[in-house]
């Protein structure tokens, strides 16, 4: 089945009872052993029929053997990192979602976890961050916010080699572009409440395994920590995902057509999107199915910056993304204000940096909105 198919008819045809279409939603904490036995459910920590349709869903999705649905991205990325022992060491892109790098460098830290920050696009840099109490590799591609393709594939067949085991975070492409377990990936991460889920009603992460193993060891951690989403946060997720393959489409429809107002506009210094960037886009063309609907863009002044974000007028100025609204970010103050200034500046995330995550809108109203909020930021300044 293609992955359309998969994905808008999620849960359907899995009620056998009633013959409900849209499957539904399980309150129920407790099962009865009515014949003495577990009738494959207990307690709704290790399991929820509402929760399982969605992770069998999402494993298909991602090509993997088993899911698991948690209450955030945060606690997806965490419980993967329950697999990890003291002393454990890995390599992660320097270019990252600013709560993982908090997640890891200010919490997982303490419990002897280490992390070594590197630019994943650079082999000799990744080979020199090697050790030999390396475990493992966290990669996000695109990265968040500077849009950097990584080479996936080579990545992951170095990382075998070694004996290390891939984590990518999925979040910004999904399965419908790209599927991190088919190029060499072990598991997938995602925060879910981005595209997945889509309408930013929704918090909720996900994780797939590629191999059973690995996927027992994930459910014996889940269960233990118990960072699990509940029936009615499973069902939204679900039918937010019914529409994925239509958005997506859109989102990066509206992305590119932004990307290159951008690139033309006099008060935009630099617009980053991956098939603007010639080696991104040979590996994207490559290894996925498309470039995503979230743009980066650094403005000339960064004092305009305040006042573009008040003239925004359809654009919400808002820290999320992957919506069917179009939301604009400041990571210097928002997603990855937890990052030190010395290392945003390093990787480019500086305090000219906007990210901006394409909505469904009609393109013409997007772009006369960044268009009116820019000359508006640069009349305010004092610019010609
Ligand atoms: C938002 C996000 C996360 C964290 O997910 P939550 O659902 O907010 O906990 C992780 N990775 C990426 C790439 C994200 O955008």
Known sequence: MR?????????????????????????????????????GYDYARTANPTRDVLEESIARLEGGDEGFACSSGMAAIHTVMGLFKKGDHFIVSIDLYGGTYRLFQKVL????????????????EVEKALQPNTRGIF???????????????????????????????????????QQPLLLGADIVVHSATKYLGGHNDVLAGLIVAKEKELAERIRFVQNSIGATLGPLDSWLLMRGMKTLALRMQKHQQNAQLLADFLARHRLVDKVFYPSLDPA????????????????????KDAGQVPHFLKNLKVIAFTESLGGVESLLTYPATQTHADVPAAIREKTGVCDRLLRLSAGIEHID????????ALEQAAIQTGWK
Not at 109 to 124: A, I, K, M, Q
């Open 109 to 124: 830290s303490h419990y002897g976890l280490s992390f070594t920050f590197v630019d994943l696009r650079n082999p000799e």
């Open 280 to 299: 991104g886009k040979k590996i994207l063309d490559e290894q996925a199915r498309g470039y995503g609907g979230m743009i980066s863009f650094r403005v």
């Open 139 to 177: 990669i996000e591609s695109p990265t968040n916010p500077l849009m950097r393709v990584i080479d996936l594939k080579a990545i992951c067949q170095w990382a075998k080699k070694q004996g290390l085991c891939v984590i990518a975070d999925n979040t910004f492409m999904t399965p419908y572009f």
């Open 3 to 39: 992955l359309e198919t998969r994905l808008a008819q999620i849960g359907t045809k899995k009620e056998t009872g009633t013959g409900a279409v849209s499957f539904p939603v399980y309150f129920s904490t407790a099962y009865e052993h009515r014949s003495g036995g577990s009738t």
């Open 365 to 372: 109203d997007l772009v006369s909105d960044l268009d009116q």
